[in-house]
């Protein structure tokens, strides 16, 4: 296979690429491009198909940039006998972390263990040992159990009262939102039509047969006809609001998860820890981002739309109690929520009535009466895989229309992600330090853009303005944005913020005090006027009003009752 050719990537990009789905059928158009229709992209555009990929918002800006951050091999899966699911886990992890080491990084984990827990030590050790059986004893690093000493020497600020042990295992994390936009970005590369922030109106359905769909340029508020062969709905949580208009019933259970952001002093941990909630003995997480802890994830059924989602009172209530109990001396409040993130995860609904954390996250590929595709359910972890199948039923579709036949292999665990095929990191940091950024830039860069990382200290280098932080006492550099800007298809401040460097997440009140100097960067490079800088600024007080919700909703509680 050639090595594919690195492309501009940028709004003049996003342009062009709409141009051309007007004027030329497709042969695969993916509707959603969350870490699930990235991938469908991929795989088909490497198999030599005619695809586009596009979404109603940024890419990733679902769920796929609100998860726990994690590619895991499935472990708690073992206790409901997932054992499928774990299999498929645990290989696509191992695929990840070698074709995006930058993005999907081993982590420890601690599992502390309390008397009186619904989990004892002999369980969680057959666990970890069936898990490395699994892994046919080549997971991330070899489990431990631990002795109480041992857990208290690990994290000396965790509740000592009935602790009897634990155990370390090895996993993997990652950054969900540039994850997604890598696999975006390679499926370009390798000649897929991607374009955010356009908006399918409605199917286009001639003879009986979905044929494409009519779409709505959110930029320009300019609507277009997109013709395609076949259709693929990769939207999530918004899957069966697609499908009604296939003539298909409701498939998916969607339920909520929240995490909340805090100082990682405030709780002391040193490393990742995972334990049972002491409210509803749910797996939960407490996991250390640079100078932050992010806690999660808790798990509720959702009854309302995916656009108007947000950390309740509630929500954040469950989060800070279940950290309280296990790191007590913390005793974290509202106050010290630095940010929030909320998901929708698409669950399949099951026949029975279980609690939402027992639905299985097992996919499903649904063929609707007018040949639509729809991907419900699902993990990241294993979008590599499931996109694979996806293909695959489209390759049917196509061989049923005209007799075609589709390559059976795309090669997707082969070839490094953008930014993947640097094989010691390490080198890439220490080459940027001798170019004169700090270790903790230097860290940063690398890890967000792996092998491009010179890429981004060049344009610094050229412009030494750009090697100043966006936001004071952040490692992210203002090369960045531009970076983002000309190569990462970054067209709103919310794009350069919140899913391409993270800040918003990371800095004390989102960084509103020094937002107008970030729009008046954006303006100069993207071209925009008054009116466009002050409604991309309005629109970032919005997304920073609505991360904090919770707050409003937490002093109307206790107001005093109106009479």
């Known amino acids: 296979m050639d090595s594919p050719v690195e492309l501009e990537f940028s709004h003049h990009t996003r342009s062009g690429?709409?141009?051309?789905?007007?004027?030329?059928?497709?042969?695969?158009?993916?509707?959603?491009?969350?870490?699930?229709?990235?991938?469908?992209?991929?795989?088909?555009?490497?198999?030599?198909?005619?695809?586009?990929?596009i979404d109603q918002g940024d890419f990733g800006a679902g769920t796929s940039s609100r998860s726990s951050r994690l590619v895991h091999g499935g472990l708690r899966y073992l206790e409901e006998g997932h054992f499928k699911l774990v299999l498929a886990s645990i290989r696509e992890r191992h695929i990840l972390l070698k074709i995006a080491p930058h993005l999907v990084w081993p982590r420890s984990f601690l599992v502390p263990l309390h008397r009186g827990g619904r989990l004892s030590i002999w369980r969680l050790a057959a666990g970890l040992?069936?898990?490395?059986?699994?892994?046919?004893?080549?997971?991330?690093?070899?489990?431990?159990?631990?002795?109480?000493?041992?857990?208290?020497?690990?994290?000396?600020?965790?509740?000592?009262?009935?602790?009897?042990?634990?155990?370390?295992?090895?996993?993997?994390?990652?950054?969900?939102?540039?994850?997604?936009?890598?696999?975006?970005?390679?499926?370009?590369?390798?000649?897929?039509?991607?374009?955010?922030?356009?908006?399918?109106?409605?199917?286009?359905?001639?003879?009986?047969?979905?044929?494409?769909?009519?779409?709505?340029?959110?930029?320009?508020?300019?609507?277009?006809?997109?013709?395609?062969?076949?259709?693929?709905?990769?939207?999530?949580?918004?899957?069966?609001?697609?499908?009604?208009?296939?003539?298909?019933?409701?498939v998916l259970r969607p339920t909520k998860g929240v995490h909340i952001c805090v100082r990682r002093q405030r709780i002391g941990n040193k490393e990742a820890v995972t334990f049972l909630s002491p409210i509803d003995g749910r797996v939960m997480f407490i996991i250390p981002q640079g100078r932050l802890s992010y806690i999660g994830t808790t798990d509720t059924d959702c009854d309302f739309s995916p656009d108007e989602i947000y950390a309740d009172s509630a929500d954040v209530t469950y989060l800070l109690r279940s950290a309280n109990a296990l790191f007590p001396d913390a005793r974290l409040g509202p106050a010290d929520i630095v940010s929030t993130w909320t998901g929708v995860r698409p669950l399949v609904a099951p026949t029975d009535?279980?609690?939402?954390?027992?639905?299985?996250?097992?996919?499903?590929?649904?063929?609707?009466?007018?040949?639509?595709?729809?991907?419900?359910?699902?993990?990241?972890?294993?979008?590599?895989?499931?996109?694979?199948?996806?293909?695959?039923?489209?390759?049917?579709?196509?061989?049923?229309?005209?007799?075609?036949h589709v390559s059976l292999k795309a090669g997707t665990e082969h070839e490094p992600l953008p930014g993947g095929e640097a094989h010691d990191l390490q080198v890439l940091v220490e080459d940027a330090e001798r170019e004169g950024f700090s270790r903790e830039v230097a860290e940063h860069i690398v890890r967000s853009y792996g092998s491009e990382s010179p890429a981004v200290t060049r344009l610094a280098i050229s412009e030494p303005a750009l090697a100043e932080p966006v936001f004071p006492g952040h490692p992210a550099i203002l090369a960045e944005l531009v970076h983002a800007m000309r190569r990462e298809m970054a067209i709103t401040l919310g794009d350069l913020l919140i899913r391409r460097t993270h800040v918003f997440h990371e800095v004390s009140g989102h960084g509103i005090e020094h937002i107008a100097t970030i729009a008046d960067l954006a303006a100069a490079e993207m071209g925009w006027g008054p009116e466009r800088k002050e409604a991309e600024i309005a629109a970032y007080l919005v997304e920073a009003e609505f991360n904090s919700a919770f707050q409003r909703d937490m002093e109307e509680m206790s107001a005093p009752p109106s009479l």
């Not at 059928?25 to 005619?50: F, H, K, Q, S, W």
């Not at 001639?206 to 320009?220: H, K, N, Q, S």
């Open 17 to 53: 690429n709409i141009a051309a789905l007007v004027s030329e059928p497709v042969e695969l158009l993916v509707i959603g491009a969350g870490i699930t229709g990235a991938g469908i992209a991929r795989d088909a555009a490497m198999r030599g198909l005619r695809t586009a990929v």
């Open 129 to 250: 040992w069936l898990h490395d059986l699994l892994a046919a004893f080549r997971n991330v690093g070899h489990h431990r159990l631990l002795s109480r000493r041992a857990i208290r020497a690990a994290e000396p600020r965790m509740k000592d009262r009935d602790l009897i042990g634990g155990a370390r295992y090895y996993d993997a994390q990652c950054d969900d939102a540039r994850l997604t936009l890598a696999t975006v970005r390679s499926a370009h590369r390798h000649g897929a039509l991607a374009a955010n922030y356009v908006q399918v109106d409605r199917l286009d359905n001639a003879d009986g047969r979905v044929r494409g769909a009519l779409v709505t340029d959110l930029t320009t508020g300019k609507q277009h006809t997109i013709r395609a062969l076949t259709v693929v709905n990769a939207t999530g949580p918004w899957s069966d609001t697609l499908q009604a208009q296939d003539s298909t019933a409701p």
């Open 353 to 404: 009535q279980l609690p939402p954390s027992s639905v299985c996250r097992e996919h499903r590929i649904l063929d609707g009466p007018s040949g639509l595709i729809s991907v419900v359910g699902g993990r990241l972890t294993t979008y590599r895989a499931i996109a694979a199948q996806a293909v695959n039923r489209v390759a049917a579709q196509l061989h049923e229309l005209d007799g075609r």
